[in-house]
Nanobody
Framework: QLQLVESGGGLVQPGESLRLTCAAS????????IGWFRQAPGKEREGISC????????NYADSVKGRFTVARDNAKNTVYLQMNSLKPEDTAVYYC????????????????WGQGTQVTVSS
């Protein structure tokens, strides 16, 4: 069974950092482009970034440029989202998703999704 599992979310204060992990089971992540998305209450799901097979990435959200970085470790079948200088407006459920190449910021083009992990930024 193909499965993606996100972890690493939590409650942090503004300015702090978190690293989210997206782990795959049942398939090899390096066959897919992996996207990170987030969804805040009452808002549409927003594409953040996507990492390609050998590590090249594309950012889709201007609001996170310079603060969020995506990386993958194919040997561990894992993708990471490093989030620095977190702001209250980053509060959302964060999802990873997999699709065949190429990368896309459009959620509807992804084939597999994790269950999401909550990130809350609050003082």
């Amino acid at each position: 069974q193909l499965q993606l599992v996100e972890s690493g979310g939590g409650l942090v204060q503004p300015g702090e950092s978190l690293r989210l992990t997206c782990a795959a089971s049942g398939f090899r992540l390096d066959y897919y482009a992996i996207g990170w998305f987030r969804q805040a209450p009452g808002k549409e799901r927003e594409g953040i970034s996507c990492v390609m097979r050998y590590g090249g990435s594309t950012n889709y959200a201007d609001s996170v440029k310079g603060r969020f970085t995506v990386a993958r470790d194919n040997a561990k079948n894992t993708v990471y989202l490093q989030m620095n200088s977190l702001k209250p407006e980053d509060t959302a459920v964060y999802y990873c998703a997999a699709k065949t190449y190429p990368c896309s910021g459009y959620a509807g083009s992804y084939d597999y999704w994790g269950q999401g992990t909550q990130v809350t930024v609050s003082s």
